[in-house]
């Protein structure tokens, strides 16, 4: 005879809490060892219980369910987490898989669809609510920004030597004889140097330059 799924509820209210531990052990191979109302409780109990599979509510005083389920897998990492909430929100959604949640589920699914999905979380297999599929779906979908240039590198090749001249402290006569350009010539280059890299003044610009390693 195979061994019981192992599963602690984690959820402020106690009627949920009730609800469930009633309903799911009627189901076969299920056992709930443990009922916390806290998240603090919850990793004291997962670490008492060893449960194979934890029931977590999301929003509840104090430590919430995504820090419980970040602390929770740290000290526990084969135990499968799989959410139980009211709450589609992004700002909850995508932290708590991000810390490790193994299934999203919300408390309007069946009874049988939260059994089932605590069989699925035994054998390695994620369930995710219909909605929060899309949800993912769809944030993987989007197009990613190219990663911007820093503003140095709009610089042409003779901006960079003049930038160079300022970091050293060059007047713009300075720069001019080294260069072996007009004086005019030096001052269009620092007006397109302060314009490219935001900069109002020399000493701005000459920051810049040690702050990015350009100065030599």
Request: proline share 3%; hydrophobic share 45%.
């Amino acid at each position: 005879m195979e061994q019981a799924i192992k599963v602690l509820l984690v959820d402020d209210h106690e009627m949920v809490r009730i609800g469930l531990a009633a309903v799911l052990d009627t189901e076969e191979g299920i056992e709930v060892v443990g009922e916390a109302s806290s998240g603090s409780e919850g990793i004291r109990l997962a670490q008492l219980y060893k449960p194979d599979v934890v029931l977590m509510d999301l929003v509840m005083d104090g430590m919430d369910g995504v820090e419980t389920t970040r602390q929770l897998l740290e000290l526990h990492p084969d135990c499968k987490v799989i959410v139980l909430t009211s709450y589609l929100d992004d700002s909850i959604l995508y932290p708590v898989i991000e810390a490790g949640a193994f299934s999203y589920l919300l408390k309007t699914s069946r009874a049988a669809e939260i059994a089932d999905a605590i069989r699925a979380a035994a054998r390695g297999q994620s369930v995710l609510e219909s909605q929060v599929a899309a949800k993912m779906m769809n944030r993987f979908r989007q197009p990613k920004q190219p990663a911007q240039k820093p503003p140095h590198e709009e610089l042409t090749e003779r901006e960079m030597d003049v930038l160079k001249g300022l970091a050293r402290g060059l007047s713009n006569q300075e720069i001019a004889d080294e260069l072996f350009i007009g004086i005019k010539t030096v001052k269009f280059h620092i007006t397109n140097i302060f314009d490219k890299l935001g900069v109002e003044d020399r000493t701005q610009a000459a920051i810049y330059a040690h702050k990015h390693g350009l100065a030599d």
